[in-house]
């Protein structure tokens, strides 16, 4: 039951990539209740390559290696492979035939490092040979060997579908395996872990985990039994106690997201909505509208980057503008009514802020940045400093503005701010 997981790239080791393939590869093998013993990242490198899968033969029973199997001069992981297996390469006639016919559907000219996509080492199986994202298996002495593209959501969608499943039938677990996911908001890494503390010796054979999915974070709840009613009564119980601990920290489960949430939310309760953004440049908006039926309860939104916009659109008093700046709690309050008033909805939400990497200054930092949202009796706004680089102050402010709503339609207090 134990394996391990081989990272290749230079982009991994320089570190301009961040290794979410070994990431999800090793949460996903855990929760199915199979051991990851190694995680080695190695470079585009002949030696490396060679000697990381050779080691990886002789100490464990299954191997998942992903990237170099593209076109460009430094994939080599399929020659690599061949050489340190001392096998030969070969033309695998079903990989080249649908690397042409998707050439040719393009109009392209079949090349020779197209082709080199095809020749992997002798004894392999394809994966996936009526898809577009393509891998390939073998055996060496008994070990599982399996190569697939660096691309993460191809590696996803290969391991998911292919890789683990087969494993799963190899290897002796206990039958029924069930994971769930309850995704977070507003808590950071050692905070989840303190609470994991609290779960010490009641959790039993069930596998904990947290990663970060930025600006969330994700705890797993993974149960391998004998039989589907026990594990799912267990799931029951540990997941009531997280939540307990958790509380409103926790907005969704599965497959939701934010905006998911928040929209369900609102047609619950009959509520429309207008967003007016400043330092996210549309981005509520964006996330608020990749729901499908979301007209149903969004009803537009401005993006009002200047002063004379907010003036203009939004009526937010030039005196507020001048005395107290855009940046500010007064003008994020009447940037909420002004939206509210201007699109007629029951709530208006509003966000301003220093997304940087210019801009700060001593009483208002980059990452500074204010939300506020009205309804027809009341106005509420908050100050926030989040960190990061211009990217990642924006997605923490889009997130959290959507975090409000969902806690005002639900009752719950908002994140305290600075």
Known sequence: MHGEIITIGNELTSGRTLNLNAWYAAGRLTASGLHVTRITSVGDNYQMISEAVKRAVRTSRFVIATGGLGSTDDDITNEIVAKALKRPLCLDRQMFEKIKSHVDSRGIEMSPSL??????????????????????????????LYFLPGVP????????????????????????????????????????????????????????????????NHITISLRGKDEPTVIKELDRVEKEIRYLVG???????????????????????????VAESCTGGMIGHRLTNVSGSSGYFRGGVVVYSNQAKSDLLHVNQYTLEKYGAVSDKTVR??????????????????????????????????????????KSDTSSGRYRFWGNREQVRSNTAMMALDWVRRHVNGDSFLPGI
């Open 248 to 274: 409103s920290y926790i907005f969704a489960d599965g497959n939701q997201d934010m905006e998911d949430v928040v929209g369900r939310m609102l047609i619950d309760q009959n509520l429309t909505i207008s």
């Open 115 to 144: 082709e080199k996509m095809a020749r992997v080492p002798e004894g392999s199986k394809m994966l996936n040979p009526e898809g577009n994202a393509c891998g390939f298996s073998l055996v060496e002495k008994e070990v599982r």
């Open 153 to 216: 959501d191809q590696m996803r969608y290969l391991l998911d579908k292919f890789v683990l499943p087969e494993v799963l039938t190899l290897y002796k677990t206990l039958p029924v395996m069930r994971q769930r996911i309850l995704k977070l908001y507003g808590l950071n890494e050692p905070e989840i872990a303190e609470i994991f503390k609290k779960l010490h010796g009641k959790t039993r054979d069930i596998v904990l985990g947290y990663y970060p999915h930025f600006p969330e």
């Open 334 to 375: 009447e940037m909420a009514c002004g939206v509210r008033e201007y699109v007629k909805t029951d709530l208006g939400l509003a966000v301003t802020g220093i997304a940087g990497p210019e801009g700060g200054t001593e009483d208002k930092p980059v990452g500074t940045v204010y939300i506020g949202l009205a309804t």
